[in-house]
T-cell receptor, first 116, second 116 residues
C-alpha cells in the first residue's frame, strides 16, 4: 500500500537557520503531495501542495518540489522564525488508493522548534 | 468564518461508557473524515464519508461507528469506550471538484479524549 516516510524529529534550529525536512513516499498510482502544519493546540492546516512531477509548491517562505524520479517531496525554508515552531506532516493522496481516491496517507510528523 | 467545528474539545470517559463526537462544516463540502492522532503514529483514518447518507471504513475503524445524516454533519460514536481509544480526534472535510484526490482537506481543532 501507500506510505510516507519523513525524517524523525524533533528538529531544533536557531532563528534564521535553513530548514530541510525530508519526505519520501511510495504510491500505487500518481499521487498528489501535501505538506500540512500543526501549531500547538490546533488542527492541521494545509501549507502547500503539488499535483504533478516537477511542480513546486510554495507558501509563507516554505517550498517543496515534487520529484517523481526520487519519490520525494522535501520541505525547505531559507530562514526560519520562532513562529514556524510546529509539527509538519507530509502526506499523499493517490488516485488508486484503497477503497477510494479520497484518503490522505500521512507521515508521522516532524516537530520543529525554533529558538531565538 | 467557522470552517470545521468539533465538539466537545475535551472529554474524560470511564471504560465502557459511550459518547458521540460531533463535527460540523459550513463549506458545503461533500467529503468528510475522522482521524485519530497518537504520539509517533501520525494521523490514521477511522471512517470517512463521500456524501450525505454514505460512510466507509478507513484504516482503524474497530470500536467506532459514524453517521452522516446531514451533509454538514459527521458524527463519530464510541459504543463502549476502551483505554486504547484515548487519543486526539480530528475531523476534516474536502471539496469534490473533478478528481478529488488532489483537493486539500480542512481540519477542525480536535477533540482530546481520555478513557480511564
Amino acid at each position: 500500500g501507500d506510505s510516507v516516510t519523513q525524517m524523525e524529529g524533533p528538529v531544533t534550529l536557531s532563528e534564521e537557520a535553513f530548514l530541510t525536512i525530508n519526505c519520501t513516499y511510495t504510491a500505487t498510482g500518481y499521487p498528489s503531495l501535501f505538506w500540512y502544519v500543526q501549531y500547538p493546540g490546533e488542527g492541521l492546516q494545509l501549507l502547500l501542495k503539488a499535483t504533478k512531477a516537477d511542480d513546486k509548491g510554495s507558501n509563507k517562505g516554505f517550498e517543496a518540489t515534487y520529484r517523481k524520479e526520487t519519490t520525494s517531496f522535501h520541505l525547505e525554508k531559507g530562514s526560519v522564525q520562532v513562529s514556524d515552531s510546529a509539527v509538519y506532516f507530509c502526506a499523499l493522496s493517490d488516485e488508486y488508493s484503497g477503497a477510494g481516491s479520497y484518503q490522505l496517507t500521512f507521515g508521522k510528523g516532524t516537530k520543529l522548534s525554533v529558538i531565538p | 468564518n467557522a470552517g470545521v467545528t468539533q465538539t466537545p474539545k475535551f472529554r474524560v470517559l470511564k471504560t465502557g461508557q459511550s459518547m458521540t463526537l460531533l463535527c460540523a462544516q459550513d463549506m458545503n463540502h461533500e467529503y468528510m473524515y475522522w482521524y485519530r492522532q497518537d504520539p509517533g503514529m501520525g494521523l490514521r483514518l477511522i471512517h470517512y464519508s463521500v456524501g450525505e447518507g454514505t460512510t466507509a471504513k478507513g484504516e482503524v475503524p474497530d470500536g467506532y461507528n459514524v453517521s452522516r445524516l446531514k451533509k454538514q454533519n459527521f458524527l463519530l460514536g464510541l459504543e463502549s469506550a476502551a483505554p486504547s481509544q484515548t487519543s486526539v480526534y480530528f475531523c476534516a472535510s474536502s471539496y469534490q471538484k473533478g478528481q478529488a484526490y488532489n483537493q486539500p482537506q480542512h481540519f477542525g481543532d480536535g477533540t482530546r479524549l481520555s478513557i480511564l
